[in-house]
C-alpha cells in the first residue's frame, strides 16, 4: 500500500513537469487536428454556422480537381530539387569546413546568414535582385551580352528559380547540423586510415559518410517535411504562377481557405496533405532501418 | 600525427581547389545581402537608369529616417520584440520541465506521451491554422500580445531538444541530490536548471528566429498596427510601396539586424550547443 503510494507519487511528480506543456500543445494543436478532421466532413459557410454532413464530398471535389493534382505534381518536383541538392551541397561544405580553423569560422558564419533572416525577406530580396527591367542579375547578364530571361515569369525557369531560393535559405542550417555531428568522429579514425594509405576518398565514403548517416537520415527526413509544406518563397515571389506552374500545394491550400473561401475543401487538402507526409515519413523511417541493418 | 603534419606543409592542389570553392559560395551567399544594403542607400533615378550597377554614385540614406514616419515602423518593431522574447522565456521554461520529465522521471505512459509529441511536429500548420484561430477567437484574444504569445509557449521540437540534452548529463548529480531528500523540483531548479546554458542559448535563439521570421501565424493572429508585428507589417507594406525599392529593401535590411545579432552573439555556442543536445 505504501509502495503504491509512492509509485503514485513519483508518477504524479513527472505529470506535473509536464502538465504545462501538455495543456498548450492540447488545446492549440491536438484540439485544431481533431476539429479540422471532423469539419472536413462537413459543410458550412464562412461563419462556420449551418453545419451539415456530407461524409467525404470535400476530399471527392479536391481528388476531382486537376488544380489539386497539379499542384502535387509541383510540389513533388520541388521536393525532389530542393532536398537532393541542399542535402548534397551541406555535406560536401561541412566536411570542407570541419577542421578548426579561422577561415573555416569565418565560412560557417557566412554560410548561416540567410538562415538566420526570414523566407519572407530573403525570398524578395532575391526576386528583386532577378527583376527583369531592374534587378542587377539581368542587367549584368545584358552586359555581358549574355540571353536573359524573365525567371519568375518564365514557366520553365520558375520552379527552378524557387527552388535555388530555398537552397540558398536553408543549406546553412542543414550544414550546422551536419558540423555537430562531424565533431563526434573520434579523429583516431582518420589517423588510422591514413596510416593504411588511405585517400581523402576514400576516408569520406568509408569514414565520414558512415559515422555522421544517422544525422543524415534525421536531416533527410526533416528536410522532405519541410519541403513539402514550401510556401512562403512561393507566394512572395509567383503567387502560384506563371500559369500554375509553381502553385503548390500549401499554396493551393491556402488560395481555397482564404482566397476563394471554400473552407471545406481547403481543409480537407490540407489534411491529404498531412497524410501523404505521414506516409512518406513511414516510408523514410522504414528505408533507414533497412539501410542501418546492412551495415 | 607526423604524417598530417607534413601533408599540410606540402602543396595540396585538391585543397587549394576546395578552398576557391568555398570562396566562391560564400560571395554568392553574401551578395544578396551587400546588394540589398547598397540598394537601400540609392536614389529612385540610379536604381531605375543603373541598376547594372552595384555601388550607388550618391549616397542617400533619406529612407533610413523616412521609414520611421511614414509606417509606424517602430511599432511594429517592438511588438516583434514583445512576442518573440516573450515566447522564447516562457518555452524555454516549458520545453526544460518537460524535456526533463522524459528524461529523468519515471512516469505511466511516458513513452506513449513522448511519441504523441513528437508526432505533432508533423502536422503542418495549415491544417490547424484555422480552427486555431477560431480559439484565439472565442478566448477574445485576436490582436493582443497574450494572442500572439500563449500558443507558442511550448513546442514538440523544444521538448525534444531538452529531453536529449538532459539525457547527457550524468546521473549523479541528481542522484547526490535524492540522497539528500531534495525534491525533484528543487533538484530541477536547484542543480539541472544551472546547467542548461549551451542548450538554452541554442534553442532560445531557434526559437527566436522563428518567431521573430513567422509570417502566417502572425498574419492570421493580428489585425491592427497596432499588434502587428515586423515581417507580417513588411508583407503587406512590400505591396504597397513596391517599386520603390530602396523604402522596402530598408525595411527589409532593418528588419533582419534583431536575428542577426541573436545568432552572431550566439554562434559560438551553436555547434557545441547542437552536438550536445543530439540532433544527431
Known amino acids: 500500500m505504501k509502495w503504491k503510494a509512492l509509485a503514485w507519487n513519483k508518477s504524479a511528480v513527472g505529470y506535473l513537469f509536464i502538465l504545462p506543456s501538455l495543456v498548450v500543445m492540447t488545446v492549440f494543436v491536438i484540439v485544431p487536428l481533431l476539429f479540422s478532421l471532423i469539419s472536413s466532413l462537413f459543410s458550412f459557410d464562412i461563419m462556420l454556422h449551418n453545419f451539415k454532413f456530407i461524409g467525404f464530398d470535400n476530399y471527392h471535389a479536391v481528388l476531382d480537381d486537376d488544380r489539386f493534382w497539379n499542384s502535387l505534381k509541383n510540389t513533388v518536383y520541388f521536393v525532389c530539387g530542393n532536398v537532393p541538392l541542399q542535402i548534397a551541397l551541406s555535406i560536401l561544405v561541412a566536411v570542407a569546413i570541419n577542421k578548426r580553423s579561422r577561415l573555416n569560422i569565418v565560412f560557417r558564419t557566412v554560410y548561416f546568414l540567410p538562415v538566420v533572416c526570414s523566407m519572407t525577406i530573403v525570398a524578395m530580396a532575391i526576386a528583386m535582385m532577378f527583376d527583369f527591367n531592374i534587378g542587377i542579375v539581368p542587367a549584368l547578364m545584358r552586359q555581358l551580352g549574355l540571353p536573359v530571361v524573365d525567371v519568375f515569369n518564365d514557366t520553365r525557369w520558375a520552379m527552378p528559380a524557387i527552388i535555388l531560393i530555398s537552397v540558398y535559405k536553408s543549406f546553412g542550417f542543414t550544414m550546422i547540423i551536419l558540423l555537430a555531428a562531424l565533431q563526434g568522429v573520434p579523429e583516431s579514425l582518420y589517423e588510422a586510415a591514413e596510416i593504411d594509405g588511405a585517400g581523402r576518398s576514400a576516408m569520406f565514403f568509408r569514414i565520414t559518410l558512415p559515422s555522421i548517416a544517422p544525422s543524415i537520415a534525421f536531416v533527410v527526413i526533416t528536410s522532405i517535411i519541410g519541403s513539402f509544406q514550401v510556401f512562403d518563397q512561393v507566394y512572395v515571389t509567383t503567387k502560384g504562377g506563371p500559369m500554375f506552374k509553381t502553385e503548390t500545394i500549401v499554396q493551393y491550400i491556402y488560395e481555397k481557405a482564404f482566397v476563394t473561401n471554400e473552407m471545406g475543401p481547403g481543409i480537407a487538402s490540407a489534411i491529404l496533405l498531412f497524410i501523404l507526409i505521414l506516409i512518406v515519413t513511414m516510408i523514410n523511417l522504414r528505408m533507414g532501418r533497412k539501410a542501418e541493418q546492412n551495415f | ?280
Not at chain 2, 75 to 101: D, H, Q, W
Not at chain 2, 111 to 135: A, E, K, N, R, S
Open chain 2, 1 to 280: 600525427m607526423d604524417s598530417t603534419m607534413n601533408r599540410r606543409k606540402s602543396f595540396d592542389p585538391g585543397r587549394l581547389i576546395i578552398i576557391l570553392l568555398l570562396m566562391a559560395l560564400a560571395v554568392s551567399t553574401i551578395f544578396p545581402f551587400i546588394w540589398m544594403a547598397s540598394t537601400s542607400v540609392k536614389s529612385m533615378g540610379e536604381i531605375l537608369g543603373s541598376p547594372q550597377r552595384l555601388l550607388p554614385v550618391h549616397y542617400d540614406f533619406s529612407t533610413y529616417t523616412k521609414i520611421w514616419s511614414e509606417v509606424p515602423f517602430g511599432r511594429y518593431f517592438v511588438n516583434s520584440l514583445v512576442f518573440s522574447c516573450s515566447v522564447v522565456i516562457i518555452a524555454l521554461f516549458l520545453n526544460s520541465l518537460a524535456g526533463y520529465a522524459f528524461a529523468r522521471l519515471q512516469f505511466k505512459g511516458r513513452g506513449l506521451l513522448f511519441v504523441l509529441i513528437l508526432c505533432t511536429m508533423m502536422i503542418p500548420f495549415q491544417v490547424t491554422m484555422t480552427p486555431l484561430f477560431l480559439i484565439i477567437y472565442k478566448l477574445g484574444m485576436i490582436d493582443t500580445y497574450q494572442g500572439l504569445i500563449i500558443p507558442r509557449a511550448a513546442d514538440a521540437f523544444g521538448i525534444f531538444m531538452m529531453r536529449q540534452f538532459f539525457l547527457t548529463l550524468p546521473r549523479d548529480l541528481e542522484e547526490s541530490g535524492r540522497i539528500d531528500g531534495a525534491s525533484e523540483f528543487r533538484i530541477f531548479f536547484q542543480i539541472m536548471l544551472p546547467l542548461c546554458k549551451p542548450a538554452f542559448v541554442t534553442l532560445g535563439v531557434f526559437i527566436f528566429m522563428g518567431n521573430w521570421n513567422d509570417l502566417l501565424y502572425p498574419l492570421l493572429m493580428t489585425n491592427s498596427e497596432q499588434f502587428r508585428p515586423i515581417q507580417a507589417a513588411i508583407a503587406l507594406f512590400a505591396g504597397k510601396y513596391g517599386t520603390d525599392y530602396s523604402f522596402v529593401l530598408t525595411g527589409l535590411l532593418l528588419a533582419s539586424i534583431p536575428t542577426l545579432v541573436a545568432y552572431l552573439f550566439a554562434q559560438r555556442f551553436f555547434v557545441s550547443g547542437i552536438a550536445m543536445t543530439g540532433i544527431k
